[in-house]
């Protein structure tokens, strides 16, 4: 199976280049890995360059997890990740899949300075 970089996946989801939305569609036809870190980077610059909203970010996690031929690198994680920002309008995706990844390693608490993170189980706030 062949791996995809976050420009092939934001250019799936976008569809604003409709050459470049074909070559990937093809290119993904006989299926594709996506890591976490491809995803969580999606998911940013989702936000950030093309304003996408909590919901609209929520919608396309779910929509890649459920894809026929893109498979997302640890799914049953980005699902626990998915949950806790489904639930967290003031996390970002990439702080609740490092809480995730933190959790499964066995590695907690994980400390932030960020107090909206640090309000779910398994972090913990750094005091100044």
């Known amino acids: 199976m062949v791996a995809i970089d976050t420009n092939v996946v934001v250019r ?4 604003d280049d ?8 093809m ?6 890995w996506v890591s976490k870190l491809v995803l969580a980077e999606t998911i940013w610059v989702l936000k950030s360059a093309y304003r996408r909203d909590h919901r609209a ?24 990740a998915l949950t806790h920002f489904r639930n967290n309008s003031s ?3 990439s702080d609740c ?16 300075f960020d ?4 309000k779910l189980d398994g972090a913990t706030q ?3």
């Open 12 to 15: 799936l989801i976008v569809k």
């Open 18 to 25: 409709l050459d470049q939305v074909a070559a990937a569609k």
């Open 27 to 32: 290119f993904v036809a006989a299926g594709a």
């Open 57 to 80: 970010l929520i919608s396309t996690v779910e929509k890649l997890l459920e894809h026929d031929t893109i498979v997302v690198e640890d799914a049953d994680l980005v699902k626990e």
């Open 91 to 93: 996390l970002s995706f």
């Open 97 to 112: 899949l490092i809480l995730q990844t933190a959790r499964r390693a066995g590695h907690t608490p994980l400390g932030t």
């Open 115 to 118: 107090r909206q993170l640090a």
């Open 126 to 128: 750094i005091s100044k």
